[in-house]
């Protein structure tokens, strides 16, 4: 069994889309996931499954839509791909505070030029790194008044893309332990 993250788009954000964690994992285990746990309720979940990482995701928006009458995109993540991100920890040079210091997921593979393009159009004090499926960003003034963050939040990518800080990406990995 593959253990995976599992990270909801755009849940408990305010009063819309509200999920308990609680019945999130009870929902994803009577739909065959083993040992689901959560963290936070932003929609952070891990749970085993003899599913692909391609299945697994459909897999759980279905159980959320079928339980709770949501669309929520989820971006998959296996174990290995969280711990090799946390392991290179990109930008931690300059990132002093963890929770300015975030992840946005794609669930697909962006095009290689549009990662680029923000790149090179991040200006300091911000910082970015593209990755094939992540871009790590330093965010000093917080997301809320960064400009590239609000870049990131206009950027028409396919599939689904969420952001986690940096707290919250080595808590989650911390889950499959």
Do not use: C, Y
């Amino acid at each position: 069994m593959a253990q995976l993250a599992f990270l909801l788009r755009g849940i408990n954000v305010g009063t819309a889309k509200a999920v308990a964690m609680a019945e999130l994992r009870t929902a994803v285990e009577a739909a065959g996931f083993e040992q689901p746990r959560t963290l936070l309720r932003s929609g952070n979940l891990v749970a085993a499954t003899d599913l692909s990482v391609a299945a697994a995701g459909p897999a759980v928006e279905a159980v959320i839509r079928d339980t709770f009458g949501m669309d929520v995109g989820v971006v998959v993540r296996a174990k290995r791909d969280l711990a090799q991100l946390v392991h290179d920890a990109p930008l931690a040079d300059v990132a002093e505070n963890p929770s300015r210091h975030v992840v946005a997921f794609f669930s697909e593979p962006p095009p290689p030029a549009a990662l680029a393009a923000f790149v090179e159009a991040t200006e300091a004090p911000d910082a970015a790194l593209a990755r094939t499926r992540e871009l790590v960003l330093w965010l000093p003034a917080g997301q809320a008044d960064s400009p590239a963050a609000k870049r990131l939040a206009k950027l028409k990518l396919p599939g689904v893309t969420t952001v986690r800080n940096w707290n919250t990406v080595t808590k989650l990995l911390a889950l499959f332990d």
